[in-house]
């Protein structure tokens, strides 16, 4: 069987910029940052507090409320600008697929918030590299251990897609994730990817049992929002549905000052198996299964994720198929600005077929094989802790 190789050298790769929402906002995220480095809280315990900051604080002088019950309005944005350069290699045949170099506004979001009293809010965030929505949601948030959004967003199912969200420390996240929660569109190449996870439009909520007990659950559209077609569309037999969500964890801290984040997830979306997107809405259902676990403090972070899918009819009319995919990624800070990142990712399509682009950003296909296998060494240097970094990154795929 004909091997495909990707040997990304992804120079001078990624530079994120976060723009604050606030004046204040600069001074509170720096101090964030150095609590999550010394290990005093985590990261998305950092993001929360970023959320309440911004509902908390008053609207700046020069923002006019659209409507009388408004009572804060925040404006942001962030860039993600990013070089690639992709060598191939087809061993056996010879016939290398087309080499990659280019460069690329990989991400632009600008992001409003508004809040409305001390309880509810809003937010929309606009990518306008991909010409889709991030967050489009309705906010209710009676207490600190209860948050309810109304409307897109990412669920939490699949940790690595919604938690690394401006502070992503290899160049692209994996490619497990990618071909469990990327869309899958009709013409594209690309129906073997699943997704079956990241942005759905519908209910989802957030809370806490106690202060280490963590979970979270969604009734949304059964289909991925930028997927096959649009959440706003009229219903059809693909789309005709609830799909629902699930996660329970535990966050904390070690005697140790390890801060840890370990958790199980899974969803059931009725009639989107099948194996291509002809195939969605025939009564065929996907399951998606994950279990991540977090430990850092303030020298090393290690994450790692088990994603598994059961895909009814995934790999014809008459077969399924059962994905499954891990990653395990260590990061340790060099110094105070550098940062040195590890990852090994493995994915096992069991006969629905993956090429490289299903799990490589701007590969090319290479052909469908069955597994994947991916090798990543980078260096991340902050000039302005998460507002501001330099990523550069060696990707070695093959399938």
């Given at each position: 069987m004909a091997k495909t190789s990707l040997k990304w050298l992804a120079l001078l790769s990624a530079v994120t910029i976060g723009a604050a929402s606030m004046a204040r906002a600069q001074d509170s995220g720096a101090l964030l940052d150095v609590l999550v480095k010394?290990?005093?809280?985590?990261?998305?315990?950092?993001?929360?507090?970023?959320a309440d900051l911004g509902r908390d604080f008053a609207a700046t002088p020069w923002a006019v409320a659209g409507g009388k019950s408004t009572t804060r309005l925040s404006v942001g944005g962030r860039m993600h600008l990013q070089y690639a350069h992709l060598n191939t290699d087809i061993a056996d045949t010879g016939a290398d697929p087309v080499a990659t170099s280019n460069f690329l506004v990989r991400r632009m979001y600008l992001t409003f918030k508004a809040g409305l009293g001390p309880d509810w809010g809003a937010q929309l965030t606009y990518d306008f590299a991909?010409?889709?929505?991030?967050?489009?949601?309705?906010?209710?948030?009676?207490?600190?251990?209860?948050?309810?959004?109304?409307?897109?967003?990412?669920?939490?199912?699949?940790?690595?897609?919604?938690?690394?969200?401006?502070?992503?420390?290899?160049?692209?996240?994996?490619?497990?994730?990618?071909?469990?929660?990327?869309?899958?569109?009709?013409?594209?190449?690309?129906?073997?990817?699943?997704?079956?996870?990241?942005?759905?439009?519908?209910?989802h909520a957030d809370g806490k049992f106690a202060s280490n007990l963590v979970w979270s659950a969604a009734i949304t559209n059964p289909q991925r929002q930028d997927s096959w077609t649009s959440a706003s569309t009229a219903s059809t037999a693909a789309t005709n549905n609830v799909a629902f969500f699930a996660t329970f964890g535990t966050v904390g801290k070690f005697q140790n000052g390890i801060a840890y984040d370990i958790g199980v997830g899974g969803s059931?979306?009725?009639?989107?198996?099948?194996?291509?997107?002809?195939?969605?809405?025939?009564?065929?259902?996907?399951?998606?299964?994950?279990?991540?676990?977090?430990?850092?403090?303030?020298?090393?972070?290690?994450?790692t994720e088990f994603l598994m899918a059961n895909v009814e009819r995934g790999v014809n009319a008459t077969?399924?198929?059962?994905?499954?995919g891990f990653f395990i990624q260590p990061s340790y800070y060099i110094s105070d600005k550098l940062e040195a990142v590890l990852r090994y990712s493995y994915l096992d399509s069991d006969g629905r077929g993956v090429t490289l682009a299903d799990g490589l950003r701007s590969a090319p296909s290479g052909g469908t094989m069955d597994k994947l296998t991916e090798y990543y060494v980078g260096a991340n240097y902050y000039l302005k802790g998460?507002?501001?970094?330099?990523?550069?990154?060696?990707?070695?795929?093959?399938t």
């Open positions: 010394k290990g005093m809280l985590s990261d998305q315990e950092a993001e929360d507090v970023r991909s010409q889709s929505y991030d967050d489009a949601i309705v906010q209710w948030k009676p207490n600190s251990d209860l948050n309810i959004d109304m409307g897109l967003r990412k669920v939490n199912v699949a940790f690595e897609e919604r938690y690394t969200f401006g502070d992503i420390r290899a160049i692209e996240r994996s490619p497990v994730t990618r071909y469990f929660v990327e869309n899958k569109e009709a013409g594209a190449g690309n129906d073997r990817k699943l997704g079956a996870g990241s942005y759905r439009t519908g209910v059931l979306q009725p009639d989107q198996g099948g194996f291509n997107t002809a195939t969605i809405g025939k009564g065929n259902d996907l399951e998606l299964y994950s279990f991540h676990a977090l430990l850092s403090n303030e020298k090393f972070m290690f994450m077969t399924d198929a059962t994905p499954t998460q507002d501001l970094k330099f990523q550069l990154g060696l990707v070695y795929g093959k």
